[in-house]
């Protein structure tokens, strides 16, 4: 059974950063896209950043862009999300995801596999 194992969150202050990490128990190579999503309470799930095979194309939602960015090292198997000048309004439980197909990567339902969430949270 596939596991996506995150981790690297924690609370921080505005303005700060974290660099969450995203643990697969089988090869990120076979996996055509990579994600993450997150949750805020309340909230439903939204998508944040995304990374293809062979790191040939990424997303990312506006509100994260010049901010975030997206990495995966096969060869350790993990996928990576660099989080930079954190708002108070990136505060949430952020997934990682591994899917086999290539399609809309914002869509939560190209992906097979997710974590089970670490949460991030961003004082004022």
């Known amino acids: 059974q596939v596991q996506l194992v995150e981790s690297g969150g924690g609370l921080v202050q505005a303005g700060d950063y974290l660099r969450l990490s995203c643990a697969s128990s089988e090869r990120t190579s076979g996996y055509a896209t990579m994600g993450w999503f997150r949750q805020a309470p309340g909230k439903e799930r939204e998508f944040v950043a995304a990374?293809?095979?062979?790191?040939?194309?990424?997303y990312y939602r506006d509100s994260v862009k010049g901010r975030f960015t997206i990495s995966r090292d096969d060869a350790k198997k993990t996928v990576y999300l660099q989080m930079n000048s954190l708002k108070p309004e990136d505060t949430a439980v952020y997934y990682c995801?591994?899917?086999?197909?290539?399609?809309?990567?914002?869509?939560?339902?190209?992906?097979?596999?997710w974590g089970q969430g670490t949460q991030v949270t961003v004082s004022s």
């Open positions: 995801a591994a899917g086999f197909a290539a399609g809309d990567a914002a869509s939560g339902s190209l992906y097979a596999y």
């Open positions: 990374i293809t095979r062979n790191t040939r194309f990424t």
